[in-house]
């Protein structure tokens, strides 16, 4: 009989711990993936951002300026490596009634997808300071579900939409989104007036993104965490928005606002020489970057964790 050594696909494995990541991530079908296959750990791109373009008055006889251009670039690397390792002892193999190694890839799974989850929410530092809505003297605010211009929740998601619309972020339908967290989303849902579950959208719902720099439209109706729609945002759920010092960040933007590279480079499995264990492990090399024009694309709130 042949022997089987399937165990040490690597390629199948990087494949099924990709495909798994795809299906729960949040966050991954919200960003775009612009420089993926582009960059490699400590390996630079520069990223090229072309300057604004101004009009100038104009009568007859007028002396027309040429305006100067001024493109700017920036650097984005991939400086952040993670790795995971596991062993399945032979005699714990023979004497479990169920597949070890099996189980514990699934958990290498939803290990690797808290840690690329909490990775591109990191954007949420990139949001420019007149897009930073918060209490005063900076202080979190303590979120409502009335209609105070300060507190209420579907108040501070207009006023988001505002600071947006007044840096020319696309409002096509579906295009805008909202990453809260399950108290803010317990708000929401309690706002019958304003807030449109995803039970009562259809399936005609989209999501409208970049991804390799083509525009697509996805359905968001089965997207992970898609909750509904309120003020022209697609409202998605997430146990991992960011916190710091008593604080939690809810981060809007769209699918151009961040970019995330991430490229497991090996999975592989190997038979210990110490003992009689099969391992398993894998790297994952992975960054966010949001060029300087893209970061208007943000808006934060910053609340009382």
Not at 71 to 96: H, I, M, R, W
Not at 134 to 140: K, V
Not at 150 to 158: H, K, P, S
Request: proline share 5%.
């Amino acid at each position: 009989m042949a022997n089987d050594l399937s165990v040490f696909n690597s390629e199948a494995w990087s494949d099924r711990l990709v495909s798994k990541l795809d299906q729960v991530n949040v966050m991954l079908p919200l960003v775009n993936r612009n420089w993926e296959g582009d960059l490699r750990l400590n390996k630079t791109v520069w990223v090229r951002t072309p300057g604004n373009i101004t009009f100038a008055p104009y009568s007859r006889g007028t002396t027309i300026n040429y305006q100067d251009l001024t493109p700017t670039k920036e650097a984005f690397t991939v400086n952040d490596g993670e790795y995971f390792a596991f062993e399945v002892d032979d005699l714990d193999k023979a004497q479990s009634d169920a597949n070890t190694m099996d189980i514990y890839m699934k958990r290498a799974v939803v290990a690797m997808n808290n840690m690329v989850e909490a990775k591109i929410l990191e954007a949420y530092t990139y949001t420019p300071a007149a897009n930073q809505i918060a209490g005063p003297s900076g202080a979190a605010i303590t979120l409502t579900g009335d209609t105070s211009p300060d507190t209420g929740i579907y108040q501070l998601f207009c006023k988001a939409r505002a600071m947006q619309s007044k840096n020319n972020v696309p409002s096509l339908p579906g295009s805008r989104w909202a990453v809260i967290d399950p108290d803010t989303t317990n708000l929401l849902l309690q706002d019958t007036e304003h807030f449109i579950r995803a039970g009562e959208l259809g399936d005609k719902v989209v999501q409208f993104g970049l991804l390799g720099g083509e525009e697509v439209a996805r359905s968001a109706v089965d997207a992970p965490g898609f909750l509904g729609m309120v003020a022209g945002y697609m409202v998605y759920e997430t146990p991992h928005v960011p916190t710091s010092d008593g604080a939690k960040y809810l981060l809007f933007g769209d699918n151009e606002a961040i970019s995330y590279v991430a490229q497991i480079t090996e999975i592989e499995a190997l038979r210990l020489q110490t003992t009689f264990a099969t391992a398993v492990r894998g790297l994952l090399l992975h960054d966010i970057f949001v060029p300087a024009e893209c970061a208007k694309r943000l808006v934060s709130i910053k609340a009382t964790a």
